[in-house]
């Protein structure tokens, strides 16, 4: 019975709504309406959410004064009406209390800045009673463009969902890609040693792909992250366009391995031809090019936000895929040593950072999002919108993005995406993939190695997303990913009586007696059906 409550709470809350510090102003006259975007702060102003329940007022139009005071306003003119007046000279709470006493029913603040969610001393609003909100000074003079005869307003300020359905995404393409990355990973492994006898195989000399197969490597490899992360940091302004080329490339590369396998299990016909004493194959071209496509597609409208995270997650998915494929970790000792420096490596770059940087902002989350992405920094409990259209500011291709579905239909104040570094992919994505090479090596039976880590990847995601809803701010994922994948794999091994065998990989003795061969007959004696 308790259990059933808590799952009902659960699914209660996931689905409960809440306030945003984003609202709409919705002006209309008797043969149009529009609407703009204001921002406001939902702890000290109350404001309908839906427009059909919105007051309705008259707004008077006081730009040409900052309202610091009564003097040279009609004491009548204002009463019962909402009023718009700049910004400046005086705080929000001192305008909103003369606009009160002169008796507004609400105020508007038009600045030619961003807009910020208002904050003030919460002694001084709480004599505000008045909503109070912020609004685009260019929004205004759109705004009498097109109502010249005079305007009449509501302010709303729909409610969103705690639980948005583009984190339901974010969790089936992590998933997805997590096992499909390892299941490629444990399939071309399976190849490799059908290929030959088994004292021909050499894990470290292997041309096919890298290993991690020692602590050094592991360590060097995770400095070298840090190292880069500094560098992103302190010179994002120029090494952000290196990363955005290296990525047209490796993407591009790999979305064409991926696509190539694809078609390989499918049987396509690849249609050869000699040129100039030279083969070549119909497939690869074609492939070749429209991958090539694709990425320069990206490249080119990478900040068009509408619709280029499409590109950008197929891309993405590519990249993480091959790059599970081609990096390869030894054994369970590397891949423990590795998960635990970069646990350590993302908790001290998201939480420790903020201690000593300028402004207090994490150094893993600057850098992710780039400079400009202050809403999706602080989990929409400040919200900064441009006063002006400006030039995008770049972002390194590093994270999935999925927009927000809950203001899909309103987009007045900029997209919001919801994001996932491809970090929290491949980290746990490497252990993954050991344990499919792990099932092939040993032959175990309905891939329990493979399935068991890629549930526990899924359960450590839904922790995640459950933290971060709660906590209205983004977490480091490996400090949820990396114990329910390492865990679970070590308690399969041990149930298993393979530990030995599971921590040191193929450096173990095939031949030890005690457990019997690894591999027989010169191949894996690993049964997976077709062999893609």
Known sequence: MARKLIFLLCVVYMFALANSQEAILHIFDASSDKEYCLVYNSSWTNLSTSLRNAVEYQLVNLTSSFLCSALGVAPDSLRGKAVVVMSGECDFSQKALVAQELGASAILIATKKALLTPSENETDYGKVKIPLALMRYRDLLDAQKTFPDGMTVRLYAPLVPVFDASILVMLILSVFTVAMGAYWSGTSERDRLNEGPVGDYDRKDSSADLSLYSPLKVVIFVA?????????????????????????????????????????????????????????????????????????????????????????????????????????????????????????????????????????????????????????????????????????????????????????????????????????????????????????????????????CTIAYFFGMILTFTVMILSKMGQPALLYLVPFTVLTSAVVAWRRNEMRQFWTGMTYDVLDSSTGPLLQDGGSGYDSGAKC
Request: proline letters at 4%; charged letters at 10%; one cysteine or more.
């Open 224 to 452: 070298l992250m840090s190292t880069m992360l500094v560098l992103m940091y302190f010179f994002y302004t120029w090494l952000v366009y290196a990363i955005i080329a290296v990525f047209c490339l490796a993407s591009a590369t790999a979305l064409y391995s991926c696509l190539d396998a694809v078609m390989e299990c499918a049987g396509c016909a690849s249609f050869n031809f000699s040129c100039l004493g030279k083969g070549f194959s119909v497939r690869s071209l074609l492939l070749a090019a429209g991958c090539v496509t694709v990425a320069v597609v990206w490249g080119v409208y990478r900040n068009e936000d509408r619709w280029i995270w499409i590109l950008q997650n197929l891309l993405g998915i590519a990249f993480c895929l091959n790059f599970m494929k081609t990096i390869t970790v030894s054994n369970f000792k590397v891949c423990v040593i590795l998960l635990s420096l970069l646990v350590l490596y993302d908790v001290f770059f998201v939480f420790i950072t903020p201690f000593f940087t300028p402004n207090g902002e994490s150094i893993m989350v600057q850098v992710a999002l780039g400079p400009g992405a202050t809403g999706e920094k602080s989990g929409g409990n400040m919200v900064e919108v441009p006063a002006e259209p400006t030039a995008p500011y770049e972002k390194l291709p590093v994270v999935m993005r999925v927009p927000r579905f809950s203001a899909w239909a309103r987009n007045l104040c900029g997209m919001q995406f919801s994001i996932l570094g491809y970090g929290d992919i491949i980290v746990p994505g490497l252990l993954v993939a050991y344990c499919h090479r792990f099932d092939v090596w040993t032959s175990s039976p309905k891939r329990i190695y493979f399935v068991s």
